[in-house]
């Protein structure tokens, strides 16, 4: 595996507080495994685009390697929270990684270390002309911040030793004690989506036909 983590971390404000944080963790590992990586503490939108946007821009051309994005922070089924608790909803945070994911062309991974971030496939079911993103590694529904930062620090592992990224998801799974991570296609999502408005577009007219026909 070729590129470097980029990680995001926007923790909440007891977070910070108690000291807990789980991207600056899995910054420490990463550098004791001599994985390469660049880490962005964030707390607030204006942040977070630096982070998206001039950061990540000095970390590609330090490493000109593409990024992986980590993006460690609070969520549920609707969104991410910022420290700052503003709340960002899943075709919000689309719109904000449009310029990465056009400029990889559909290469880009990313982890959601939160809670149901594997939500975060919503992203993918679009009909727009963007690429989506080629895969997203997510919990299918509350995780603690232990089974993430175990969870992950054994993927990146397995993943810069070679192994495919449904291979480290497998490892995940068994080193976190948690079954509830799982990988998602983007290109899948998306033609899958595409396909099924296609189908609904379809019967709707249908519908409407029948509606005019039978009025």
Request: with cysteine; charged share 20%.
């Amino acid at each position: 595996m070729t590129g470097f983590v980029y990680i995001i971390e926007s923790p909440s404000a007891r977070d910070l507080l108690d000291g807990r944080t789980e991207g600056r963790a899995l910054s420490e590992v990463l550098s004791l495994a001599e994985i390469p990586h660049w880490y962005s503490l964030v707390t607030t939108q204006e942040t977070f685009d630096t982070a998206l946007n001039k950061r990540l821009v000095e970390a590609w051309e330090h490493f000109r390697q593409p990024p992986i994005l980590h993006l460690s922070m609070h969520g549920n089924n609707v969104g991410v929270a910022l420290t700052n608790d503003t709340f960002l909803l899943w075709a919000e945070l689309r719109e904000l990684l449009i310029p990465l994911t056009n400029f990889m062309e559909g290469g880009l991974l990313i982890c959601m270390s939160s809670c149901f971030g594997s939500f975060g496939r919503l992203m993918a079911m679009h009909e727009d002309a963007d690429y989506p993103f080629r895969a997203l590694v997510g919990n299918n529904s509350s995780v603690s911040w232990s089974d993430a930062a175990v969870a992950y620090v054994t993927f990146y592992h397995l993943l810069f030793k070679g192994m495919s990224i449904e291979q480290c998801v497998e490892r995940m799974i068994l080193a976190s004690g948690n079954d509830k991570f799982d990988v998602w296609s983007g290109h899948d999502l998306k033609a899958s989506w595409i396909q099924y408005m296609a189908k609904a577009r379809k019967e709707q007219a249908a519908e409407s036909l029948r509606r005019a026909i039978q009025a």
